[in-house]
């Protein structure tokens, strides 16, 4: 509830018929003010005793049948005048946080000072202004809203200066410290603190309260009005993140776009709270809040800022402004959805669905920022799933794969730009192609008509080397990709397998090497009088020895694989302008191969899981010797 003080003592003898005010004291009127369409009825001594204006005026009017005074330009107007009219009648008159900017500014206007009567209205309005209005939050935004129909003469009294350093320095209090806002309402508190009256606890504490406590009251103050509290609040040295917050808070509240959508990382509107503004001042009002927002990584979230980029390129702001969002989304780009990328295009050409040139833009400004963070080089791959550093990069990396399988459809979307677009990532970016793969393969398949000569040099974005067991299954089968892609996608995976079963062939010689030693070692047992545990490793090394002989038979499977893709490679060369016969045969013999080597992928598997079974029966043979060792130690 906010403060009040009552002025006078006489009882009200004022009434009003129509535009007119008439003052019921028995006496006949002797002097007519008018304020605007508003006449009021006075009478000349209880005027000119308060305010030296009104007795000059009256003065320069005496001499006409009947006094008619003008006061067109008094602040306030006539609203101002009907309470200093109450004053010099003495009637009784309630000083208000909502009337008291209109009685001060009335009153410096008619130079109502001391001089010219004791307790005279200025000294009484800035009484009250100072104790009452001043200490509290509500009050002085009150006051403050008045202020906007009382300008220049609300700031020419530093009355607007005054609130707004009042309400600056309520907010800026940390809520952390006291609980709340300390200055709330100009009540005071006790040690434990219970809201103090007349210095007597009366028991009662008032709840804790975030940061963001003050962000509603600001949002309803004018927009010019707002923004001088801002300022005044980072001269102070507010949190950027809570500035932050408030302006997003203002913006969510006047810009329909975010308002129809509640986007995370935004406080909670409370219900019927939107503001309407016309089309030109929403752009004002964004692009003011653009220059207001510290530029910093992290202050706002960044579907938050997705989403006032979208609300800019509707309301069509200057290109300063646009350019300021995509360098914030792409500081922060790491952190965004896949949803709210798709910028929908809304300029007249609309050449593709979606804002393929904005997303390009917002991912330069994300590498420039990379770089200058210090994520250069071209590091190895496990240095990209290890390094903490690069986690920001390969994110994004997967955030655009995903977003050219979702444009990929668009027919308007021609190969350079999708091409540009994907390899505008540094190569340590993708640890592994398969989103790139997919996003190609969604392309080739809506744009069935290209020619084989863009197929080719889109899939040359794709590394073969990088793509999954899985990703290179579907591409060996994929029937829009070129056959050299293809032939390329066989060979590595046929690398893979290369390398997959040395892997194995150097655990089995490491497994033989150990059955070796523990054969001696169990020897060496045997003639000091353990001979009963050797039969058991014997067998382990006959198992293992079987499996040697498995591993022989891939080893010559492998290189009858090998012999296939060497002549593989001879028709790679030949390719082009042969016949159909010939073509029909080369495919045939690739996918052949490809059946080959799924098989030796199956055998693989089967001898790799009999080494396991062969390394675990070594272990509990090594652990039986060496406790039959320690009983014959203890024997002896």
């Known amino acids: 509830m906010g403060g009040s003080m009552k002025l006078g003592s006489k009882p009200d003898a004022f009434t009003r018929r129509g535009q007119a005010w008439f003052c019921t004291t028995g006496l006949p009127s002797d002097v007519i003010v008018e304020v605007g369409e508003m006449s009021f009825h006075l009478h000349k001594f209880p005027l000119l005793s308060k305010s030296p204006i009104l007795g000059r005026l009256i003065e320069e009017n005496s001499d006409q049948d009947e006094c008619i005074i003008k006061l067109s330009d008094i602040p306030g107007g006539a609203k101002s005048f009907e309470l200093v009219a109450r004053f010099c009648y003495g009637v009784k008159i309630e000083l208000s946080p909502a009337n008291i900017v209109h009685l001060r500014c009335a009153a410096e206007y008619l130079q109502m000072t001391e001089e010219t009567a004791a307790d005279n209205l200025i000294n009484q309005a800035e009484t009250f202004f100072n104790q009452a209005v001043l200490r509290s939050w509500k009050d002085s935004l009150e006051a403050l809203k008045t202020c906007d129909v009382l300008l220049p003469h609300a700031e020419d009294l530093h009355i607007a200066k005054r609130c707004v350093e009042s309400l600056a320095a309520k907010a800026s209090i940390d809520p952390d410290l006291f609980g709340w806002p300390v200055s709330e309402h100009g009540a005071m508190l006790g040690p434990e603190g219970s809201v103090l ?92 809040i653009d ?45 965004a959805t896949l949803e709210d990328l798709l910028l929908p ?182 003639t000091s009088g353990e001979a009963g545990a050797s039969w058991v490793t014997v067998a382990a090394v006959r198992e293992n020895q079987a499996l040697r002989a498995g591993m022989d038979s891939m080893r010559l499977r492998l290189a009858e694989l090998e012999r296939e893709c060497s002549g593989m490679r001879q028709d790679i060369r030949k390719l082009g302008g042969g016949k159909d016969g010939g073509w029909a045969a080369r495919v ?44 014959l130690s203890i024997n002896a």
């Open 291 to 335: 220059r207001m927002l510290p530029l910093q990584r992290g202050l706002v979230s960044t579907n938050v800022l997705l989403w006032l980029l979208r609300t800019a390129m509707i309301l069509k702001v200057n290109r300063a402004c646009i350019s300021n969002l995509e360098k914030r989304v792409g500081m922060q780009l790491d952190l």
């Open 588 to 631: 045939q013999r690739v996918f052949s191969l490809k059946m080959k080597l799924q098989m030796c992928s199956t055998d693989e598997g089967r001898i790799s899981e009999q080494h396991r079974s062969a390394a675990a029966k070594l272990e509990k043979l090594q652990a039986k010797v060496s406790k039959h060792k320690k009983h």
């Open 345 to 526: 295009n809304f300029s007249y050409t609309m050449d593709t669905l979606y804002n393929v040139e904005c997303v390009r833009r917002i991912l330069d400004h994300f590498l420039e920022m990379d770089q200058t963070t210090g994520g250069s080089g071209s590091p190895c791959l496990d240095d990209v799933m290890a390094s903490p550093s690069l986690a920001p990069i390969t994110a994004v990396a997967k955030l655009i794969d995903g977003y050219l399988a979702e444009i990929a459809p668009d027919m308007n979307l021609k190969p350079p730009k999708f091409e540009s677009l994907a390899a505008a990532l540094p190569e340590y970016a993708r640890p592994l192609d398969d989103g790139l793969y997919r996003a190609i393969d969604v392309y080739l398949k809506a744009h069935s008509s290209l020619p084989e000569s863009e197929r080719e040099q889109l899939c040359r974005l794709i590394d073969c080397q990088k793509l999954s067991l899985e990703a290179c299954t579907h591409a060996a089968q994929n029937e829009r990709l070129p056959l050299r892609v293809v032939v390329q996608v066989l060979f590595f995976e046929q690398l893979q397998l290369r390398t997959s079963i040395a892997g194995c062939l150097m655990v089995s010689d490491n497994l033989e090497g150990g059955s070796s030693r523990t054969l001696r070692g169990s020897d060496a047992i045997a």
């Open 197 to 288: 009256w007349n210095g007597i606890s009366t028991g009662a504490k008032l709840g804790n309260f975030s940061s963001n406590w003050w962000y509603d009251d600001a949002s309803s103050l004018s927009f010019p009005t707002y923004k001088r509290l801002i300022s005044t609040m980072e001269s102070r040295g507010a949190k950027e993140e809570i500035i932050a917050g408030s302006l997003m808070y203002y913006a969510k509240k006047c810009l329909p776009g975010l308002n129809r959508r509640q986007s995370k990382g935004l406080v909670a509107l409370p219900l019927n709270s939107a503001i309407t503004l016309s089309e030109e001042e929403q752009r004002h009002l964004l692009e003011d």
